[in-house]
Protein backbone atom coordinates (compact mmCIF):
# COMPACT_ATOMS: atom_id res chain seq x y z
CA UNK A 1 0.00 0.00 0.00
CA UNK A 2 2.79 2.17 0.55
CA UNK A 3 4.48 2.41 -2.88
CA UNK A 4 1.18 2.13 -4.09
CA UNK A 5 0.15 5.80 -2.36
CA UNK A 6 2.95 7.45 -4.45
CA UNK A 7 1.52 6.13 -8.01
CA UNK A 8 -1.70 6.78 -6.77
CA UNK A 9 -0.43 10.77 -5.53
CA UNK A 10 2.03 10.58 -8.97
CA UNK A 11 -0.88 9.93 -11.12
CA UNK A 12 -3.63 12.33 -9.95
CA UNK A 13 -0.98 14.95 -10.13
CA UNK A 14 -0.36 14.07 -13.98
CA UNK A 15 -4.10 14.55 -14.68
CA UNK A 16 -3.87 17.86 -12.73
CA UNK A 17 -0.61 18.71 -14.87
CA UNK A 18 -3.12 17.93 -18.03
CA UNK A 19 -6.03 19.74 -16.65
CA UNK A 20 -3.34 23.20 -15.68
CA UNK A 21 -2.32 23.43 -19.44
CA UNK A 22 -6.10 23.27 -20.78
CA UNK A 23 -6.89 26.21 -18.17
CA UNK A 24 -3.84 28.14 -19.55
CA UNK A 25 -4.59 27.57 -22.78
CA UNK A 26 -8.11 28.97 -22.34
CA UNK A 27 -6.52 32.02 -20.39
CA UNK A 28 -4.31 32.56 -23.04
CA UNK A 29 -6.78 32.51 -25.92
CA UNK A 30 -8.64 34.95 -23.42
CA UNK A 31 -5.86 37.15 -23.63
CA UNK A 32 -4.86 37.02 -27.54
CA UNK A 33 -8.83 36.99 -28.75
CA UNK A 34 -10.35 38.64 -26.21
CA UNK A 35 -12.09 42.08 -27.50
CA UNK A 36 -14.52 42.52 -24.69
CA UNK A 37 -14.22 43.85 -21.53
CA UNK A 38 -15.63 41.19 -20.20
CA UNK A 39 -13.06 38.62 -22.36
CA UNK A 40 -10.29 40.90 -20.56
CA UNK A 41 -11.67 40.38 -17.13
CA UNK A 42 -11.74 36.78 -17.03
CA UNK A 43 -8.54 36.46 -18.87
CA UNK A 44 -5.53 36.57 -15.79
CA UNK A 45 -7.88 34.90 -13.42
CA UNK A 46 -7.56 31.99 -15.57
CA UNK A 47 -4.06 32.07 -16.37
CA UNK A 48 -3.58 32.66 -12.31
CA UNK A 49 -5.45 29.29 -12.14
CA UNK A 50 -3.59 27.52 -14.22
CA UNK A 51 -0.47 28.29 -13.43
CA UNK A 52 -1.25 27.66 -9.86
CA UNK A 53 -2.88 24.37 -10.83
CA UNK A 54 0.47 23.84 -12.97
CA UNK A 55 3.10 24.51 -10.05
CA UNK A 56 1.06 22.25 -7.33
CA UNK A 57 0.96 19.18 -10.12
CA UNK A 58 4.97 19.11 -10.49
CA UNK A 59 5.62 19.70 -6.79
CA UNK A 60 2.73 16.54 -6.18
CA UNK A 61 4.49 14.70 -9.17
CA UNK A 62 7.93 15.34 -8.51
CA UNK A 63 7.43 14.49 -4.88
CA UNK A 64 5.45 11.27 -5.14
CA UNK A 65 7.74 9.98 -8.23
CA UNK A 66 11.01 10.95 -7.59
CA UNK A 67 11.03 10.61 -3.74
CA UNK A 68 11.68 14.36 -3.27
CA UNK A 69 10.23 14.66 0.26
CA UNK A 70 10.51 18.50 0.22
CA UNK A 71 8.28 18.68 -2.80
CA UNK A 72 5.67 16.06 -1.54
CA UNK A 73 5.56 18.07 1.92
CA UNK A 74 4.86 21.83 0.00
CA UNK A 75 2.34 20.22 -2.30
CA UNK A 76 0.60 18.29 1.47
CA UNK A 77 0.89 22.00 2.98
CA UNK A 78 -0.78 23.55 -0.06
CA UNK A 79 -3.06 21.32 -0.42
CA UNK A 80 -4.14 21.43 3.29
CA UNK A 81 -4.73 25.01 3.04
CA UNK A 82 -6.84 24.44 0.23
CA UNK A 83 -9.20 21.83 1.81
CA UNK A 84 -9.60 24.30 4.78
CA UNK A 85 -10.36 27.04 2.98
CA UNK A 86 -12.99 25.70 0.81
CA UNK A 87 -14.23 24.04 3.91
CA UNK A 88 -14.50 26.60 6.72
CA UNK A 89 -14.26 29.47 4.43
CA UNK A 90 -15.93 29.13 0.76
CA UNK A 91 -18.69 26.96 1.64
CA UNK A 92 -19.98 28.62 5.03
CA UNK A 93 -19.59 31.97 3.30
CA UNK A 94 -21.38 31.00 -0.20
CA UNK A 95 -24.16 29.22 2.28
CA UNK A 96 -24.78 31.96 4.37
CA UNK A 97 -24.24 35.09 2.45
CA UNK A 98 -26.62 34.05 -0.21
CA UNK A 99 -29.68 32.64 2.15
CA UNK A 100 -31.84 35.35 1.20
CA UNK A 101 -33.90 34.96 -1.60
CA UNK A 102 -35.19 38.38 -3.67
CA UNK A 103 -37.64 36.77 -6.04
CA UNK A 104 -41.31 38.00 -5.68
CA UNK A 105 -44.69 36.84 -7.66
CA UNK A 106 -46.08 39.38 -10.32
CA UNK A 107 -49.99 38.69 -10.31
CA UNK A 108 -50.69 37.74 -14.24
CA UNK A 109 -47.03 37.32 -15.36
CA UNK A 110 -45.24 34.34 -15.52
CA UNK A 111 -42.11 35.78 -14.32
CA UNK A 112 -40.78 37.35 -10.74
CA UNK A 113 -39.22 40.80 -10.01
CA UNK A 114 -36.54 41.54 -8.71
CA UNK A 115 -35.35 43.74 -5.35
CA UNK A 116 -31.72 44.37 -4.47
CA UNK A 117 -32.96 45.55 -0.85
CA UNK A 118 -33.77 41.57 -0.05
CA UNK A 119 -30.54 40.37 -0.46
CA UNK A 120 -27.58 40.55 1.80
CA UNK A 121 -25.65 44.00 2.44
CA UNK A 122 -22.31 42.29 1.29
CA UNK A 123 -23.38 41.28 -1.83
CA UNK A 124 -25.70 44.43 -2.30
CA UNK A 125 -22.35 46.47 -1.99
CA UNK A 126 -20.35 44.34 -4.35
CA UNK A 127 -23.19 45.07 -7.51
CA UNK A 128 -23.30 48.73 -6.43
CA UNK A 129 -19.53 49.39 -6.79
CA UNK A 130 -18.88 51.32 -10.14
CA UNK A 131 -15.82 49.21 -11.41
CA UNK A 132 -18.00 46.13 -10.43
CA UNK A 133 -20.78 47.06 -11.80
CA UNK A 134 -19.32 48.26 -14.91
CA UNK A 135 -17.63 44.68 -15.69
CA UNK A 136 -20.91 42.64 -14.88
CA UNK A 137 -22.72 44.97 -17.18
CA UNK A 138 -20.36 44.11 -19.87
CA UNK A 139 -20.63 40.72 -19.36
CA UNK A 140 -24.29 40.94 -19.74
CA UNK A 141 -24.40 42.97 -23.33
CA UNK A 142 -21.73 40.72 -24.70
CA UNK A 143 -24.33 37.51 -23.96
CA UNK A 144 -26.79 39.20 -25.67
CA UNK A 145 -29.65 37.82 -23.64
CA UNK A 146 -31.98 40.74 -23.94
CA UNK A 147 -31.07 40.99 -27.70
CA UNK A 148 -32.66 37.01 -27.73
CA UNK A 149 -35.59 37.87 -25.87
CA UNK A 150 -36.53 40.90 -28.42
CA UNK A 151 -35.58 38.94 -31.12
CA UNK A 152 -38.38 35.78 -30.01
CA UNK A 153 -41.37 35.89 -32.28
CA UNK A 154 -43.58 34.65 -29.30
CA UNK A 155 -42.99 38.19 -27.50
CA UNK A 156 -44.88 39.95 -30.33
CA UNK A 157 -48.08 39.99 -28.23
CA UNK A 158 -47.97 41.55 -24.79
CA UNK A 159 -50.16 39.12 -23.53
CA UNK A 160 -47.69 36.32 -24.44
CA UNK A 161 -44.57 38.16 -23.40
CA UNK A 162 -46.59 38.34 -19.97
CA UNK A 163 -46.88 34.59 -19.33
CA UNK A 164 -43.28 34.07 -20.44
CA UNK A 165 -41.13 32.80 -17.74
CA UNK A 166 -38.01 35.12 -17.84
CA UNK A 167 -34.83 34.35 -16.36
CA UNK A 168 -33.87 36.83 -13.29
CA UNK A 169 -31.27 38.75 -15.21
CA UNK A 170 -33.88 39.11 -18.42
CA UNK A 171 -36.13 40.45 -15.96
CA UNK A 172 -34.20 42.56 -13.94
CA UNK A 173 -32.22 44.02 -17.00
CA UNK A 174 -34.82 43.98 -20.28
CA UNK A 175 -37.89 45.00 -19.00
CA UNK A 176 -38.45 48.05 -16.81
CA UNK A 177 -40.01 46.98 -12.96
CA UNK A 178 -43.95 45.70 -13.15
CA UNK A 179 -44.87 48.47 -10.86
CA UNK A 180 -43.58 51.50 -13.05
CA UNK A 181 -46.70 50.13 -15.38
CA UNK A 182 -45.52 51.62 -18.50
CA UNK A 183 -46.96 50.12 -22.03
CA UNK A 184 -45.71 47.50 -23.55
CA UNK A 185 -44.36 47.57 -27.26
CA UNK A 186 -41.88 44.91 -27.59
CA UNK A 187 -40.09 43.10 -24.99
CA UNK A 188 -37.42 45.62 -25.02
CA UNK A 189 -39.26 48.73 -25.86
CA UNK A 190 -41.72 49.96 -23.70
CA UNK A 191 -43.92 53.55 -23.78
CA UNK A 192 -43.75 55.22 -20.53
CA UNK A 193 -46.97 57.18 -18.71
CA UNK A 194 -47.42 60.75 -19.64
CA UNK A 195 -48.78 61.42 -15.96
CA UNK A 196 -46.25 61.19 -13.06
CA UNK A 197 -43.81 58.20 -12.84
CA UNK A 198 -43.54 56.03 -10.06
CA UNK A 199 -41.22 57.27 -7.56
CA UNK A 200 -38.91 54.19 -8.11
CA UNK A 201 -35.55 55.35 -9.44
CA UNK A 202 -35.71 52.10 -11.65
CA UNK A 203 -38.76 53.76 -13.49
CA UNK A 204 -36.56 56.64 -14.53
CA UNK A 205 -33.06 54.84 -15.27
CA UNK A 206 -35.37 53.12 -17.61
CA UNK A 207 -34.67 53.99 -21.18
CA UNK A 208 -35.65 52.87 -24.40
CA UNK A 209 -31.88 52.72 -26.01
CA UNK A 210 -31.08 49.01 -26.63
CA UNK A 211 -27.34 49.27 -24.88
CA UNK A 212 -28.71 51.26 -22.21
CA UNK A 213 -32.23 49.51 -21.57
CA UNK A 214 -32.44 48.65 -17.62
CA UNK A 215 -28.83 47.88 -17.08
CA UNK A 216 -28.20 50.54 -14.66
CA UNK A 217 -31.21 49.62 -12.93
CA UNK A 218 -31.15 47.97 -8.95
CA UNK A 219 -33.53 45.53 -10.62
CA UNK A 220 -30.91 44.20 -12.75
CA UNK A 221 -28.65 44.37 -9.94
CA UNK A 222 -30.66 42.31 -8.28
CA UNK A 223 -30.86 39.71 -10.79
CA UNK A 224 -27.69 39.06 -11.39
CA UNK A 225 -27.39 38.65 -7.79
CA UNK A 226 -30.13 35.75 -7.81
CA UNK A 227 -27.81 34.70 -10.31
CA UNK A 228 -25.03 34.76 -8.42
CA UNK A 229 -26.88 33.12 -5.43
CA UNK A 230 -28.28 30.16 -7.93
CA UNK A 231 -24.57 29.35 -8.82
CA UNK A 232 -22.54 30.06 -5.49
CA UNK A 233 -25.81 26.98 -4.12
CA UNK A 234 -24.37 24.85 -6.81
CA UNK A 235 -20.67 25.65 -6.19
CA UNK A 236 -21.02 25.03 -2.22
CA UNK A 237 -22.31 21.37 -3.16
CA UNK A 238 -19.22 21.03 -5.55
CA UNK A 239 -16.80 22.06 -3.36
CA UNK A 240 -17.82 19.96 -0.08
CA UNK A 241 -17.79 16.99 -3.13
CA UNK A 242 -13.79 18.72 -3.90
CA UNK A 243 -13.69 18.66 -0.03
CA UNK A 244 -14.11 14.89 0.32
CA UNK A 245 -11.66 14.23 -2.66
CA UNK A 246 -8.54 16.47 -1.52
CA UNK A 247 -9.30 14.73 2.15
CA UNK A 248 -8.82 11.96 0.62
CA UNK A 249 -6.17 12.29 -1.86
CA UNK A 250 -4.04 14.53 1.08
CA UNK A 251 -4.55 11.10 3.57
CA UNK A 252 -3.21 9.21 0.41
CA UNK A 253 -0.27 12.10 0.45
CA UNK A 254 0.82 11.50 4.11
CA UNK A 255 0.80 7.70 3.39
CA UNK A 256 3.43 8.36 0.57
CA UNK A 257 5.17 11.23 2.28
CA UNK A 258 5.91 8.44 4.96
CA UNK A 259 6.72 6.23 2.44
CA UNK A 260 9.64 8.74 0.86
CA UNK A 261 10.78 8.73 4.69
CA UNK A 262 10.86 5.11 5.36
CA UNK A 263 12.71 4.43 2.48
CA UNK A 264 15.39 7.08 2.46
CA UNK A 265 16.19 5.71 6.00
CA UNK A 266 15.94 2.48 4.91
CA UNK A 267 18.33 3.11 2.14
CA UNK A 268 20.68 5.49 5.14
CA UNK A 269 20.73 2.46 7.39
CA UNK A 270 21.77 -0.12 4.03
CA UNK A 271 24.65 2.18 3.44
CA UNK A 272 25.74 2.36 7.17
CA UNK A 273 25.61 -1.69 7.50
CA UNK A 274 27.56 -1.67 4.35
CA UNK A 275 29.81 0.77 5.36
CA UNK A 276 30.63 -1.14 8.83
CA UNK A 277 31.26 -4.16 6.84
CA UNK A 278 33.67 -2.85 4.77
CA UNK A 279 35.65 -1.55 8.10
CA UNK A 280 34.90 -5.11 9.52
CA UNK A 281 36.66 -6.46 6.05
CA UNK A 282 39.67 -4.03 6.99
CA UNK A 283 39.65 -5.56 10.30
Known amino acids: MARASNKIIAFINFLSFLLSLWIL ?64 GFIVFALTVTAKDGGKSVEGRGYEDYTLGDYSKWLQD ?13 CIQDAHVCRSLAEDEINDVAEQFYKTHLSPIQSGCCKP ?22 TDPDCKTWSNMQDELCYDCKSCKAGVVTNLKSDWHKLAIFAITITVALIAIYSTGCSACINNKREKEFEYGVYRMAKLGYLFDLV
Not at 41 to 64: T, Y
Not at 180 to 190: E, G, L, P, Q, V
Open 25 to 88: RQGIWLADRGTTDCEQFLQWPVIGLGAFVMVLSVAGFVGACFRVSWALSLYLVILLSITLLLLT
Open 126 to 138: QVEKRSNWNRIKS
Open 177 to 198: PTLCKFKYINATMWEKNHGPIH
